[in-house]
């Protein structure tokens, strides 16, 4: 995912994430769109991409939720670094190994989220565990439908591309070359 299709994914997800949650704000299932793009950022661009993605993407969901401005952005940044060198260690290459990844990126996700929380003296998170078991599993399965929409995009671009002229198209071999 290059850099500019990685933020244009973030801003989707804000601007969807945002309008949903005053839309269908009286659903059990809380889905977090955004965590999903910096999940996804961060494995295929590693940590830097989602550390990145995830401050980015953090920041725009605070400023736009009217909660304490930080928070998500922190915990979206640490989650983003942590998925992007667990899959530089891990071999994570199907849907389903991706969408177990954004399932454990949720909780972890979650565990930052109230232990900022419970260091703030004036502020209580909205919600519990419950709430977020529900969450985790909605973002595997939306983890694993934005993966399953994206993969026939990508092969679509990939049968586009010609191959470049030059030896290696042609079938040249080097003299050092067995």
């Not at 839309?23 to 889905?31: A, H």
């Not at 530089?88 to 979650?110: C, F, G, I």
């Amino acid at each position: 995912m290059s850099p500019a299709q990685a933020a244009l994914a973030a801003a989707a997800a804000v601007t969807v994430q945002t309008t949903l949650a005053w839309s269908v704000s009286g659903t059990v299932v809380n889905l977090d769109l955004p965590l999903v793009v910096v999940v996804l950022a961060a494995l295929s661009g590693g940590p830097l991409a989602g550390l990145w993605t995830g401050t980015a993407t953090g920041l725009a969901q605070d400023v736009l939720s009217g909660g304490i401005v930080g928070v998500s952005g922190l915990c979206k940044c640490v989650t983003g670094v942590a998925v992007g060198l667990a899959g530089e260690r891990l071999l994570v290459t199907t849907t389903w190994q991706r969408s177990l990844m954004a399932a454990a990126a949720t909780l972890l996700h979650a565990g930052c989220f109230f232990g900022t929380y419970a260091l703030i003296p004036t502020a209580t998170p909205i919600g519990g565990w419950t709430e977020v078991a529900a969450q985790t599993v909605a973002n595997a399965v939306a983890a694993s439908i934005v993966i399953g929409a994206v993969g026939p995009v990508r092969r679509w671009q990939r049968s586009g591309q010609r191959q470049r002229p030059g030896p290696a198209a042609e079938g040249w071999r080097s003299r050092y070359a067995p």
